[in-house]
């Protein structure tokens, strides 16, 4: 039994892995076509990326937020609810909780209430997708999608109009107080408590939510036969809920992390789409809290490291969306291209 | 009389509105019919939209972005084919990747063709174009006659589709496949080749969709420009229970909605204007949730829609 499930991993791993080599391999005939070689684009990517101190905690950095999102969309994805509203979940989160830190003010409970808030505020934001599509039968898929626009045009208003600071030029939010401001663990970098919280404390919570908990094997038996699970007398309704709002708590929370450890104001550029990127990794990681944490400073990394490419190489930023989309293409085929290489006999297991 | 030219005023605003919404969710209805749920519309749209407007900015003609947008449409709805056809993937799944990569292809190349600060538009657009004698015909004339190419085309597809889904053996075929491929195929319809043509059509239908946002609407390129529309054309086919004129009521409501808050927001006068006018931009998204809780609910569409069918 043992060997058989270290026999199974070793496939899902295997799976991962070549869909990400693939990627990078028809990223590097982009590469060729403009004119760059894909071997040095490579190579001041992970430069840029793991170069030096810096850079590396940097990435972490990066990390947090398409961690936090994507643990959640793992959970959700499990029982095969594809939410793709994280990010306008993520910039409710992020909204309400630099509303409550600005009206608070200093006090002791400041950041404690903002981050309690912004949790609430991602549930609330994805409760009512999944109520629409428990309760009424509406895929969810276009509900999350839509309320992507309905928050970020409604953030768009506040920031502009009622919470706009009166001291800037743009329309941005006050600026948080220093009680709501995530401290910064080592100094002279932008490392603060959120990175540690979503390593230390995100990972393995949703870890024993998913793999040693009654609920994760719920999503699971969702997740894969949805009329078993009925017969065996699981609420198949309420776990598919539950799944989307965990996943609306985590990227309210991973939008929050972002005002009070990064921007400290609340800005209509907060995300630059952490919440579809986190579609990416949680398929990428296959749903599972380890390979969702590991494919996160993956993606962070190419985020990252695509700075330095453009910077050296005259590459354009959009090459970060690019591999994401081919590499979501080749995580799909993955299953397809592992059957073929074992019948052809090319991977033994 | 003024309040008069005001009303045909926000009609024909309505139809143009419209019309990106109405070729898209006709097309979708197609593909939809054929049990294929396509959510990569999203992305087919966008790539529409970049290569009609690639097309028209680097041969100065429209006729080319036309065709451009066309092809590109085309194409991502193939790759989407081969995925969930050929492969025998997800199609919701496949759909998000769609979009993803529709994305990340269209910034990249996008950068590629046109350096960092460069704002490319284009010089001129498809203007609407009043057809001879009926534009004339007051009011009605204004609202429906004197518009652009891609309105025509819309209003003429739908009965056009009504036709083919459900008059012809090609709609007969295509519909017995999306209520249930396995006892279609085994009646002898060769339900991949039929799913592959109701895909080009809707490739067809979502590139023109896509393409007018830029060589039409809009005469510039931005990678946002698409706003969802893809996502409200899939729910106007399930409002419009996957019908052509119920495509047609949709996209209209949907237009009116869109132009009525561009319309309300030129009359307002007074400090909370730009306040009111900016809150407006969330009107449509906000009707098309409402619309799907008042009528999508528990609806049923084909039955094989969204489902994998596999010959083993």
Redesign the interface.
């Known amino acids: 039994m043992q060997l058989k499930i270290s026999k199974s991993t070793y496939r899902s791993i295997l799976k991962s892995l070549i869909s990400v080599a693939l990627a990078l391999v028809v990223t590097s005939v982009l590469f060729i076509l403009t004119g760059a070689n894909p071997v040095l684009a490579y190579y001041y990517m992970f430069v840029g990326a793991f170069g030096n101190f810096s850079l590396t905690v940097e990435t972490l950095v990066r990390m947090t937020p398409i961690l936090l999102v994507s643990l959640g969309l793992a959970v959700s994805f499990k029982c095969k609810v594809w939410n793709i509203g994280a990010e306008g979940q993520l910039y409710m989160g992020a909204m309400v909780g630099t509303i409550a830190a600005v009206s608070l003010g200093n006090t002791p409970v400041t950041l404690l209430i903002s981050i309690a808030l912004c949790i609430l505020a991602g549930m609330a934001w994805a409760g009512i997708p999944a109520l629409m599509k428990t309760h009424l039968g509406i895929n969810e898929v276009i509900t999350t999608f839509l309320m992507n626009y309905v928050a970020i045009y409604f953030v768009q208003w506040l920031i502009a109009f009622p919470f706009r600071s009166p001291d800037t030029l743009f329309p941005e939010s006050a600026q948080l107080p220093a009680a709501a401001i995530l401290p910064i663990m080592v100094p002279s970098t932008r490392l603060h408590l959120g990175v540690l919280i979503a390593i230390f404390l995100a990972i393995p919570l949703v870890y024993l939510l998913m793999m040693r908990s009654t609920f994760g094997y719920k999503l699971k038996a969702v997740g894969e036969n949805p009329e078993a699970a009925r017969y065996g007398g699981i609420n198949i309704k309420r776990t598919m809920l539950m799944a989307l709002v965990i996943s609306g708590a985590l990227a309210g929370l991973a939008g929050f992390f972002e005002v009070s450890g990064i921007q400290f104001r609340m800005r209509g550029s907060l995300s630059p789409g952490y919440g579809y990127t986190g579609i990416v990794v949680a398929l990428l990681g296959q749903s599972n809290p380890i390979g969702v944490a590991i494919s996160s400073i993956f993606i962070a990394a190419i985020y990252n490291g695509a700075f330095e490419v453009s910077r050296v190489l005259n590459q354009p930023q959009g090459i970060v969306d690019f591999i994401q989309g081919v590499l979501i293409i080749f995580v799909l085929s993955s299953e397809s291209i592992m059957r073929f290489l074992e019948k052809k006999g090319v991977i033994k297991l | 009389m003024i309040e008069m030219a005001l009303v045909v005023g926000l009609l024909a605003i309505t139809l143009r509105t419209a019309s990106p919404l109405l070729l898209a969710s006709l097309g979708e209805t197609i593909a939809e019919r054929g049990g294929i749920l396509n ?1 990569g519309i ?1 992305g087919a749209m966008l790539i529409g939209a970049f290569s009609g407007f690639l097309g028209a900015y680097f041969t100065g003609s429209l006729v080319v972005g036309f065709i451009t947008a066309i092809i590109g449409g085309i194409l991502t709805v193939l790759l989407f084919g081969i ?1 969930v056809i050929k ?4 199609q ?6 769609i979009n ?13 063709a046109f350096s ?1 600060g460069n704002f490319p538009y284009l010089g001129q657009l498809i203007d609407p174009m009043p057809i001879p004698g009926l534009s004339g015909i007051p009011i009605i004339g204004d609202i429906l006659f004197n518009q652009t190419i891609f309105v025509y085309i819309g209003l003429l597809s739908v009965p056009l589709i009504y036709w083919i889904l459900f008059k012809t053996s090609f709609g007969l075929r295509l519909r017995s496949i999306g209520e249930d491929p396995f006892v279609a195929s085994y009646l002898g319809i060769n339900v991949e080749r039929t799913r592959f043509i109701s895909l080009i059509v809707e490739g067809i239908f979502v590139g023109m969709a896509g393409g007018l946002l830029t060589i039409s609407m809009f005469n510039t390129f931005d990678t946002r420009i698409v ?2 529309r893809g ?2 054309a ?2 106007i086919v ?1 409002l419009g229970r996957w019908n052509p004129w119920g495509a047609l009521t949709g996209s209209l409501l949907f237009g009116f909605t869109q132009a009525l808050s561009l319309w309300i927001g030129t009359f307002l006068v007074g400090p909370a204007a ?2 009111i006018s ?2 407006l ?2 009107l449509p ?2 009707v ?2 409402l619309a ?2 008042v009528g ?4 049923r569409g084909p039955a094989s829609l969204g489902s994998p069918f596999a010959k083993e």
């Open positions: 959510l999203e995925l492969v025998n993937l997800d919701v799944v496949s759909g998000l990747a993803l990569l529709a994305t990340g292809l269209s910034l990249y190349f996008f950068r590629i960092q706003a969802a996502f409200v899939v729910s399930i730009p306040s900016q809150l931009s969330l998204y906000v098309t949730l799907l809780v999508g609910r528990k609806v």
